[in-house]
């Protein structure tokens, strides 16, 4: 009987620790980071014989897998807040594009406000409204900059706030591992302490991303992704000491992982590793996404202020009224471009803002425009806000003539340009004497058989021929008709051998008669070619299809217009080398030319400080292949280019020269550079939301599967409750019995 009481005794007992347990779950089903707890419970058996129940320790049921995949869940999602957080300020800031509120919209409204006051150059009211908008640029580019810094101080002050509660969670981990360790080593349940534990390490998770492995002891390791250990029965401490940022700030506080507080060589530095969770995001966001964006920002106010200055009006200006360089940054060593931070200082020159009309006429002093003229204007319009800086024409002939050898002395001889005039008749004079010489022709003027003209071929020096007389009876003499074909062809027989060839050198080569496909009589002469009337009279003459005068050769030349001025004509004279021919280029008002000392090759180009439309129009005399002094000069008789502006550079930005911005676009405008920057910006918040949802979407699955397996099911824990309710009753049952027995027992004594 004492057996059984006893054994009945032991099931109540256990029966009522279970009920306590449940009830425990039942209660606590919706806290968070409760997991269901069970009590073991075993056979107490003496002497090979049960002799009732136990109760053993409290457990938890815990899919520890499981619950470090929703640490990690939860450390990603985090860092994506963080993120987008940050991102989305940035996007309300450039606003939605129908708003026209970007950095880009503003610039294109200084676009705008230049393009109108080409309508009205001297208008007053208009170069105000530009100026004006000039400065709505500025401060754009100025609460940009200071938003990008304001943002990066309060990921510092967030970063500070982390690293504090990081500590106080470290401290209560290693404080519950301690417990863990003792009471597990006593026999004692755990459950409720892992609880805790676990839960304090949750938090840990959103601010860091973490991995951890469990000893035999059961004290759970918490270490960084990377596997630098945080808390075991002791935590680390996390040292960070921030100062203020700027754009001028290469590296930022560092986040170092200590044993008990003391920076040494050995610390990690989380900043310098993929931390994960909302210090992961604060630290990228601080040290790489907002860097990024202010060397952008840089970039373009940089790029802006040169562009307006290479056209003549410096517009956009530092503090000290100067445009930073564009020198090349170097990481070897370390030398940034000069312009980091430019754009939280950019502001409109003092001078434009003194005057206005200094954007009309330029802030240059050797810049002259008339009252009136858009040229100026339109050079800023075409070039400052456009993909070139300029146009030019480049040569492909070396002209370095000077100094040189005859007949390679001069650019007509080495251009093979050489002046052309030629003296046409009007009458076909080979119809006229078929067979005949042409003072026997029918219906001929001729009074005697001896009737001369005269030709003289002028060089404008030493080599003028003077009048040389030209005898018709000496024509046939010297090729008489018959055996000559006409009268017109012993004339020009007559001229090519008898005259002409008989001409000093070079002249005697720059000469030529011949008859064109009319039957008329045609002097290709480089020289000017003089007819006179001689003893034949001008009826002679015109019976000849001929008449007295000077018929002047011409130069090889080109025409050179710079934007709406009058174009200028260039003539390669004889004698003329490529200094003669550069003196002639530079005189031209906004022209600049150039020889290459090394290729001889010439280049024109506006000048010498800004832009403007170049136009070079070909001469009338060709080259002997039929090339035109343009073609021959260039290769080509459409040799004006754009030359692109400075293009807008990628890599090794910002203070420590180690930023890429990742926008490419070389060859573009002002406006579309802005554009890519804003779109990119805006690709990127999307970007970073996308990975957001997804991320907390798997966070939000994993955590509901952690709870379905590892949680209370009220479901199951009512069953429970049944079960024990019955064991209960029985076990009462039981002593209820046994004390009937007992007292009929004591009743028969």
Not at 120 to 145: E, L, R
Not at 204 to 217: A, C, E, K, P, Q
Not at 436 to 449: V, W
Request: charged content about 15%; hydrophobic content about 40%.
């Amino acid at each position: 009987m004492s057996l059984a009481l006893d054994s009945a005794l032991s099931g109540l007992r256990v029966a009522q620790r279970q009920l306590d347990v449940i009830s425990g779950n039942v209660s606590n089903s919706s806290t968070d980071g409760y997991t269901r707890k069970v009590l073991n419970q075993e056979s107490q058996v003496v002497n090979g014989q049960t002799i009732g129940v136990l109760g053993s320790t409290i457990t938890r049921s815990v899919d520890m897998n499981m619950q470090k995949e929703v640490w990690t869940q939860v450390s990603a999602s985090s860092f994506y807040d963080v993120q987008s957080t940050y991102m989305s300020q940035i996007q309300a800031f450039n606003g939605p594009a129908d708003k026209e509120l970007s950095i880009a919209a503003t610039i294109a409204g200084l676009q705008d406000a230049f393009v109108q006051l080409t309508n009205q150059p001297d208008d007053q009211t208009q170069m105000a409204q530009a100026v004006s908008q000039a400065k709505a640029v500025a401060k754009k580019f100025n609460d940009y900059s200071n938003m990008l810094t304001d943002m990066r101080n309060d990921t510092q002050a967030q970063l500070a706030d982390s690293v504090i509660k990081v500590n106080d969670l470290l401290k209560k981990i290693a404080d519950y591992n301690s417990q863990i360790k003792f009471n597990s080593a006593a026999g004692g349940s755990v459950a409720s302490t892992q609880d805790q534990r676990d839960q304090a390490i949750k938090q840990l998770s959103d601010l860091i991303g973490i991995t951890s492995f469990t000893r035999g002891d059961g004290v759970l390791v918490v270490q960084t992704a990377q596997g630098q250990q945080l808390a075991d029965e002791t935590a680390s401490v996390l040292v960070f000491n921030p100062s203020p940022v700027n754009a001028n700030t290469a590296t930022a506080a560092g986040i170092y992982l200590t044993n008990g507080g003391v920076v040494t060589k050995t610390s990690s530095n989380l900043a310098a590793i993929d931390a994960g969770g909302k210090i992961g995001g604060y630290l990228a966001m601080r040290d790489a996404t907002l860097p990024k964006y202010q060397a952008q920002l840089d970039e373009m106010a940089q790029k802006l202020a040169m562009r307006f200055d290479a056209q003549g009006v410096r517009l956009f200006t530092d503090a000290s009224g100067g445009v930073p360089a564009d020198t090349a940054p170097s990481t070897n060593p370390v030398t940034p471009v000069p312009y980091v931070g430019f754009s939280s200082q950019i502001q409109v020159n003092v001078q434009v803002l003194r005057d206005n009309t200094l954007i009309q006429r330029s802030t240059l002093a050797n810049v002259s425009v008339q009252a009136g003229s858009v040229e100026f204007l339109n050079r800023i319009v075409d070039y400052a806000f456009g993909a070139n800086e300029y146009q030019k024409a480049a040569g492909t002939v070396d002209l370095r003539v000077s100094g040189g050898v005859a007949p390679n002395n001069t650019l007509q001889n080495v251009l093979g340009l050489n002046p052309k005039g030629q003296v046409i008749g009007t009458v076909n004079i080979r119809a006229l004497s078929p067979s005949m010489p042409l003072n026997a022709a029918a219906g001929n003027p001729y009074t005697a058989t001896t009737d001369t003209l005269t030709v003289r071929f002028d060089t404008g020096g030493v080599n003028d021929t003077g009048d040389i007389n030209i005898s018709l009876a000496a024509v046939d003499a010297a090729f008489p008709s018959p055996p000559a074909t006409s009268g017109a062809d012993a004339l020009v027989s007559y001229l090519n051998t008898n005259v002409i060839g008989g001409l000093a050198p070079p002249l005697n080569g720059q000469i030529g008669a011949s008859l064109n496909q009319f039957g008329q009589l045609v002097l290709d002469s480089q020289v000017a070619t003089t007819i006179g009337t001689g003893t034949m009279g001008a009826d002679g003459l015109t019976y000849l299809g001929l008449k007295a005068g000077t018929t002047t050769q011409q130069n090889p030349y080109m025409d050179i217009q710079i934007g709406q001025d009058n174009p200028v004509r260039i003539t390669v004279d004889p004698g003329d080398d490529e200094t003669t021919l550069l003196t002639k280029l530079n005189n031209i008002p906004g022209v600049q030319a150039s020889i290459n000392a090394t290729t001889g090759f010439l280049t024109i180009r506006p000048g010498p400080n800004f832009g403007g439309d170049l136009k070079i129009t070909a001469g009338g005399i060709l080259s002997t292949g039929g090339d035109n002094m343009v073609k021959v000069l260039f290769g080509s008789e459409t040799p004006v280019v754009g030359v692109a502006n400075a293009a807008f550079r990628i890599n090794n930005l910002g203070p420590g020269a180690g930023i890429t911005t990742g926008v490419v676009a070389n060859g573009s405008s002002i406006i579309d550079f802005a554009q890519k920057v804003i779109s990119a910006v805006s690709q990127e918040a999307s970007n970073t939301a996308s990975k957001l949802s997804d991320e907390s979407s798997y966070r939000d699955l994993i955590s509901k599967q952690f709870t379905d397996n590892s949680g209370v099911n009220l479901d199951e824990e009512l069953a429970q409750l049944i079960v024990i309710q019955t064991a209960y009753s029985a076990s009462a049952k039981t002593i209820s019995t046994l004390n009937e027995m007992f007292e009929k027992l004591l009743g028969a004594f």
